[in-house]
């Protein structure tokens, strides 16, 4: 288990319960997503990953080790547990892009040389080379995102945790970005856990997916198995991925003889779609 997080709770000083008795645990080179609506509590969940917020009750482990709260400890685990903020202004502090990514390879203690190598690669990598100079106030919102996630990458870490990823991001970056961090979890075993309600990606890149509603977990497991709860889905105030809706519609509206678990993605989807015409077609050939 890389984190376990054991009966957490979070009250927010005017009194709001954030997080009620949460129990979970992520394993190491997993691609977690976390799903919920507006203000289920999965940014208050992820800041208590790396101590920005402490547990009101409960505990939460690192590598089976407690978090502690002291700079030095904060500052190991920021090293290794990379965070990508909801709102990039929370984030870019830097009076050049540059200067920003670099900050935590320079805290790193690398030399010069490596530290300028490593803000190329992870400028590159999300396509904002260009703009190295420019003070990050002046950059669009998505830009300022991909400047934030430069700064994470530069850094190596074994965790990536990005809140709302997607959000500001145009299709061909949200694109790019997911390929980056899938090919990073493949071939280095990156952990990554994200937060979202955009339910079209989760296919995309989880193989575990949580659930939160008020605070609580309300569901794990594959995001097949999941979403196939359609009532629980709507309950919790999400929908399906279109394509699982489609399907869903094509089954009860059309009758068709569809899968149980909806197909989630278009790979999926094109292998239903072909299978529904190959026994079409048999039943058209046994009735000639
Ligand atoms: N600093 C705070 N003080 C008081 N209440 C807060 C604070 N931050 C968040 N909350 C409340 O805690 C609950 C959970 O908020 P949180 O930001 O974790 O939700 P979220 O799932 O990330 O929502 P979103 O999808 O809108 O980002 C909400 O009811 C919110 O109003
Ligand atoms: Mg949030």
Do not use: C
């Not at 989760?202 to 609580?216: C, M, Q, R, S, T």
Request: proline content about 5%; glycine content about 6%.
């Amino acid at each position: 288990m890389l984190f376990k997080i054991e009966n957490l709770t979070h009250e927010y000083s005017d009194g709001t319960l954030a997080l009620n008795d949460v129990t979970v645990a992520f394993n190491r080179a997993e691609r977690i997503a976390l799903l919920g609506a507006n203000g289920s509590g999965k940014t208050t969940l992820l800041n208590h990953l790396n101590g920005i917020l402490k547990p009101t009750h409960g505990r939460i482990f690192f590598d089976d080790n407690p978090l502690q709260y002291d700079a030095k400890s904060l500052l190991a685990l920021r090293r290794r547990v990379g965070f990508v903020f909801q709102d990039p202004n929370d984030q870019l502090f830097a009076p050049t892009v540059k200067q920003d990514v670099a900050f935590g390879p320079l805290n790193l203690g690398y030399t010069s040389e490596h530290v300028k190598m490593l803000v190329d690669e992870a400028l590159t990598t999300v396509g904002m080379l260009e703009y190295v100079d420019k003070p990050p106030h002046f950059l669009s919102g998505g830009q300022k995102k991909r400047v934030a996630l430069a700064g994470v990458l530069a850094m190596q870490p074994e965790v990536i945790i990005m809140d709302e990823p997607t959000s500001s991001l145009d299709p061909i970056v949200t694109s790019d970005i997911l390929h980056l961090l899938l090919r990073l979890n493949k071939e280095n075993g990156l952990t990554l856990l994200l937060a979202t309600h955009d339910v079209d990606i989760v296919p995309l890149f989880a193989d575990k997916l949580y659930i939160l509603n008020k605070g609580e977990i309300v569901s794990e497991g594959s995001p097949k198995k999941s979403f196939s709860n359609a009532e629980l889905i709507r309950k919790v105030n999400l929908r399906s991925p279109r394509i699982a809706h489609l399907f869903e519609v094509l089954k009860k509206e059309d009758n068709l003889s569809i899968v149980d678990e909806f197909p989630l993605t278009i790979s999926e989807a094109r292998r239903e779609i072909l299978r529904l015409i190959d026994e079409a077609v048999r039943e058209a050939k046994k009735n000639v």
